[in-house]
């Protein structure tokens, strides 16, 4: 039996999206199975980052104007939290090279918002919210001093994102790695990419004077005062970091670290 034989006996008489649905269910039984408390510790940072998340919109909606960065930047956090769900929804359903590539969005608006954070660029932040085009390596890269190593760090994260997000044999679904290693690799850039989502939206979207105003609230949480659910959130999210990878470590030192601006020192961090 030649190639075309087995190709067509293995499709007779089934529709592709009857395939690709049946494929995706048997995958998916297969990876919660195998790797429901890694899921389940996913899950948990998404759940965290959200209740933190309303929190700070109570704030922004009734203090801060159309068109702030606070505004901005709970849009943006929001939106990352939707674009790391789908992926782990499809990392779980077998569908590795599909999830990363939307890994890459998250990464450049992270990158994005904490550098107008820092460098109160206001009108970058108009040209995002009018659909401008912006070059990371332009707008930020250029701007901010590091060094030879954190610059290699970012150039293997870049590389590992775009290799994703564009047309290659990287981005083909046949890639010739165990499934484990994808699946490994999936979760421990979801985990990277909350932590630095989480990181923008604690340091520099939800700041102290907004946490404080919360907090003067009488609203509980559960059990849990305002105050008490952020520190479960930061409790949740240390434990998280703990588990990355050497890389991933590498990445998130780097991203929550001091940013030193070309004529400016940064002064928030994690």
């Known amino acids: 039996m030649d190639n075309w034989d087995i190709l067509f006996e293995k499709r007779q008489s089934i529709p592709f999206s009857e395939h690709y649905v049946s494929e995706d269910n048997e995958k ?5 199975e195998k790797y429901s408390a890694e899921t389940a510790n996913l899950y948990l940072l998404l759940d965290d980052a959200y209740e933190v998340l309303r929190q700070c919109l109570v704030i922004v909606m009734v203090d ?3 068109g702030s960065y606070q505004g901005a930047a709970a849009g943006v956090i929001s939106n990352n939290l939707e674009y790391l769900m789908t992926a782990i929804k499809l990392t779980n359903m077998g569908r590795y090279s599909q999830a990363r590539a939307l890994y890459r969005n998250v990464y450049e608006a992270l990158v ?20 401008v085009r912006v070059s990371l390596k332009k707008e930020v890269y250029s701007k ?3 060094d030879k190593e954190e610059t290699d760090i970012l150039a293997r994260l870049w590389n590992e994102l775009c290799e994703y997000s564009h047309f290659s044999v990287g981005s083909l679904t046949f890639i010739d790695i165990s499934d484990e290693l994808q699946i490994q690799a999936n979760y421990d850039l979801a985990r990277i990419l909350l932590y630095m989502n989480y990181h923008v939206l604690n340091s520099h979207c939800y700041n102290g004077n907004m946490k404080a105003m919360a907090d003067r609230g009488s609203r509980l949480y559960d059990d849990m005062s305002l105050r008490e659910m952020r520190m479960k959130c930061r409790s949740d ?3 998280a970091r703990r588990q990355l990878s050497l890389f991933g470590k590498q990445v998130v030192r780097l991203f929550v670290s001091k940013w030193k601006l070309k004529g400016a020192l940064a002064e928030k961090d994690d």
């Open 28 to 32: 998916k039984k297969e990876i919660a």
């Open 64 to 66: 801060f104007p159309e």
């Open 112 to 131: 994005l918002m904490k550098y107008i954070s820092l460098s109160g660029n206001m009108e970058l932040l108009q040209r995002l919210q009018h659909d």
């Open 144 to 146: 901010v001093i590091f």
């Open 237 to 239: 999210y240390q434990n």
